[in-house]
């Protein structure tokens, strides 16, 4: 049984929002899994989409190598022209340890993926 | 189990081992094996996952760069004292310098942050035959009795 569940095929009811990708992840998200994680934000990326939203709800620890993955993810954005990474988080371990290497500075967050979506749309 | 000396006192230390395939699919199992270490040694919850967590961060690093090893294993060790828990994660790897886009370096460096951050004490032994990362964490003192009578 896997620890860890991944998906990129998150559907959001807006049309208005065409360069939005949504990936959800859930469980102990390891070095086993970050580079799945790479993978689906590099793809994201390079088909356009400028807005990700990275919807950790679900999830109860996240390493070192995956903060890298999503500080990546906002350099990679920037290379591409600009963009914003939104992260949907809750976990009180989790968002200590995006506090701790300064995640938290370079991400926006929110509460639930809804609130995430809304945000967006207002800004988009 | 064995007692040693210590200052003036004797304290017992108990220590156990567990040597692991260096592959990324043996992370849930060394930090299922820590969280069962520091729980036994008596950390509070918020302690044993901050212990968790560092170890975590040092067997990934032991994967990355234990893949020279030549029996490819990560090799983990635990001592308990009276109120000290050290984790020793060793490799016999050697550290090589990747070649790295900006976004690639933007995701690397840090997981020694992480682990100073959330144990009392890291060490970290570099040397030629391979690398050693000492993690250790203290026990709150137990709450003083009132004496009564």
Redesign the interface.
Known sequence: MRSFYIADDVQIDDDDCPDVAVVALGGEVDYEVSPQLRTRVVRAIKEGRRRLILDLTDVTFIDSTAIGVIAGAVERLDEAGGGSLAVVCTHEKVLQILEITGLDSVITLYRSRDEAVSALALAG | MRRVPSGSHTVTVSASELHMPAR??E??AA?KYAGEVAKAFGLDADAC?EFV?AV??AV?NA??HGASDEDGMVHLSVVADADRLTFAVSDRGTFTMPVLD???T??????L??MA??VDEVQLYIEPGGTTVRLSKTRAPEPVRARTG
Do not use: P, Q, W
């Open positions: 990324r699919s992370l849930g930090r996952y967590y975590n961060e990934t994967i990355r900006s976004a690639e933007v995701e690397h460096g840090r997981g942050a992480l951050s959330l």
